[in-house]
């Protein structure tokens, strides 16, 4: 059973930045996928980014140019680094990976980008 621990969100401004965390039970290199989801009140959840274990990275359009996904093979953690947030990116954001065919996610951590 894969578990996946979420940390970092929290409330910011507009502009301001954030950096999401994600620490898994097994060793990273397991996934061929991992990736952040988010999921706003009354919508679906959606695509945030991910890095394949090609280490292919893809990103939502929304967020081009201003998140940045990584993974770190020492430390055994997947980030997100967040920088000119919006309020739209307001959400439960969820880590996300994949192991032989089997999607796992975590509990989720809230963002909330308000003035």
């Known amino acids: 059973q894969v578990r996946l621990v979420e940390s970092g969100g929290g409330l910011v401004q507009p502009g301001g930045s954030l950096r999401l965390s994600c620490a898994p039970n097994k060793n990273i290199f397991e996934f061929s996928v991992t990736a952040w989801y988010r999921q706003a009140p009354g919508t679906q959840r959606e695509f945030v980014a991910s890095?394949?274990?090609?280490?292919?990275?893809t990103y939502a359009d929304s967020v081009k140019g201003r998140f940045s996904i990584s993974k770190d093979t020492v430390t055994n953690v997947l980030d997100l680094q967040m920088n000119n947030l919006e309020p739209e990116d307001s959400a439960v954001y969820y880590c996300?990976?994949?192991?032989?065919?089997?999607?796992?996610w975590g509990q989720g951590t809230q963002v909330t980008v308000s003035s």
């Open positions: 890095i394949a274990n090609s280490d292919r990275i």
């Open positions: 996300n990976v994949v192991k032989l065919g089997r999607s796992f």
